[in-house]
């Protein structure tokens, strides 16, 4: 796979022209969002003064639809942007990868992982889908969410997971279901009473305790099966886990069931929408988008996928 350097070098040299375009979309588009911003903030302050006793529905009102104005405003500079961007910027890093931007990873296959809970919905978009080294892999962002009821019975949602979802098969099927968790009870409680509610997790199965002290810190492992837990997480697996979290710098799932290892990555953020008031042509920005990237595909070599370490049983 190319280097983040090789890919920075492609984004600047084939797709700078492009870029400079988009910049300048970018700026008109970026004035005409301010404008609309101005008009419809006025005209809401109008309405909820002549409508005094609405104000909680007025502000609802207004976030609802400002929200669907932007999406509207923005929709076809972000289409510009992911078609001549980030699907040449995909394919240079393996030219069998495939592209959708509105598509996503199944349910089916984020429900499979065991990693979090079933969403009442589930969206996403940026679906990459294809195999790297004879290892079959996609990825896509995916938001899940699970409906609740506030205080007054009116349904409201709150985030089981936001971020990068990647599903790739392993070379082998698990018995046992494997999954490793970030360790927040002990980071939040200590060391006594952390391991505590480790251990009577209820929704989780059987606690395994690693010899990797480092591993330990970051991550709680919960498994169907010790033993082949234990043989999945080498030390070698450990290291490569923690080494891949300090790269992303951001919260990470891993499980092993069936024939796949899944990985899911916290992110507040689209990871690959362009930004509208930020230039396009900061080294900052590219530099999100390639090592994203980078990332993403480079689990198969980061966790030797594509190496047979286990045969098929």
């Given at each position: 796979?190319?280097?983040?350097?090789?890919?920075?070098?492609?984004?600047?040299?084939n797709?700078?022209?492009?870029?400079?375009?988009?910049?300048?979309?970018?700026?008109?588009?970026?004035?005409r969002?301010?404008?609309?911003?101005?008009l419809?903030?006025?005209?809401?302050?109008?309405?909820?003064?002549?409508?005094?006793n609405?104000?909680?529905?007025?502000l609802?009102?207004?976030?609802?639809?400002?929200?669907?104005?932007?999406?509207?405003?923005?929709?076809?500079?972000?289409?510009?942007?992911?078609t001549?961007?980030?699907?040449?910027?995909?394919?240079?890093?393996?030219?069998?990868?495939?592209?959708?931007?509105?598509?996503?990873?199944?349910?089916?296959?984020?429900?499979?992982?065991?990693?979090?809970?079933?969403?009442?919905?589930?969206?996403?978009?940026?679906?990459?889908?294809?195999?790297?080294?004879?290892?079959?892999?996609?990825?896509?962002?995916?938001?899940a969410?699970?409906?609740?009821?506030?205080s007054?019975?009116?349904?409201?949602?709150?985030?089981?997971?936001k971020?990068?979802?990647?599903?790739?098969?392993?070379?082998?099927?698990?018995?046992?279901?494997?999954?490793?968790?970030?360790?927040?009870?002990?980071?939040?409680?200590?060391?006594?009473?952390?391991h505590?509610?480790?251990?009577?997790?209820?929704?989780?199965?059987?606690?395994?305790?690693?010899?990797?002290?480092?591993f330990?810190?970051?991550?709680?492992?919960?498994?169907?099966d010790?033993?082949?837990?234990?043989?999945?997480?080498?030390?070698?697996?450990?290291?490569?886990?923690?080494?891949?979290?300090?790269?992303?710098?951001?919260?990470i799932?891993?499980?092993?069931?069936?024939?796949?290892?899944?990985?899911?990555?916290?992110?507040?953020?689209?990871?690959?929408?362009?930004?509208?008031?930020?230039?396009l042509?900061?080294?900052?920005?590219?530099?999100?988008?390639?090592?994203?990237?980078?990332?993403?595909?480079?689990?198969?070599?980061?966790?030797?996928?594509?190496?047979?370490?286990?045969?098929?049983?």
């Amino acid at each position: 796979m190319k280097s983040v350097s090789e890919l920075t070098d492609f984004y600047y040299k084939n797709l700078f022209p492009t870029l400079q375009k988009l910049e300048k979309e970018r700026e008109q588009l970026k004035h005409r969002i301010i404008l609309v911003a101005v008009l419809f903030t006025t005209v809401t302050l109008f309405i909820a003064l002549v409508l005094k006793n609405y104000y909680e529905f007025i502000l609802f009102a207004y976030i609802a639809i400002g929200t669907i104005i932007y999406k509207i405003l923005v929709h076809d500079y972000t289409h510009k942007f992911k078609t001549s961007i980030i699907k040449p910027l995909i394919h240079v890093i393996d030219n069998t990868l495939e592209y959708s931007l509105d598509l996503h990873v199944s349910e089916s296959l984020f429900e499979h992982s065991k990693l979090f809970s079933k969403p009442d919905k589930l969206s996403g978009n940026d679906y990459v889908k294809g195999s790297i080294d004879g290892v079959n892999i996609e990825f896509s962002d995916i938001h899940a969410q699970k409906r609740e009821k506030n205080s007054k019975g009116q349904d409201s949602w709150s985030t089981i997971f936001k971020g990068l979802f990647i599903a790739a098969e392993f070379n082998k099927h698990f018995y046992g279901q494997t999954v490793i968790l970030p360790d927040t009870a002990q980071n939040t409680f200590g060391d006594i009473i952390g391991h505590w509610l480790q251990s009577n997790n209820g929704i989780r199965d059987e606690l395994v305790k690693m010899d990797d002290v480092e591993f330990e810190k970051e991550f709680v492992v919960y498994s169907t099966d010790q033993i082949e837990a234990r043989y999945i997480l080498s030390h070698s697996l450990m290291k490569r886990v923690l080494l891949f979290k300090q790269k992303s710098k951001h919260p990470i799932h891993v499980s092993f069931v069936g024939t796949h290892i899944y990985m899911a990555i916290e992110y507040e953020k689209d990871l690959f929408e362009p930004s509208v008031f930020r230039s396009l042509l900061e080294y900052k920005i590219a530099m999100e988008y390639v090592q994203t990237l980078h990332l993403a595909i480079g689990i198969v070599e980061e966790l030797k996928l594509n190496q047979k370490l286990w045969s098929k049983r």
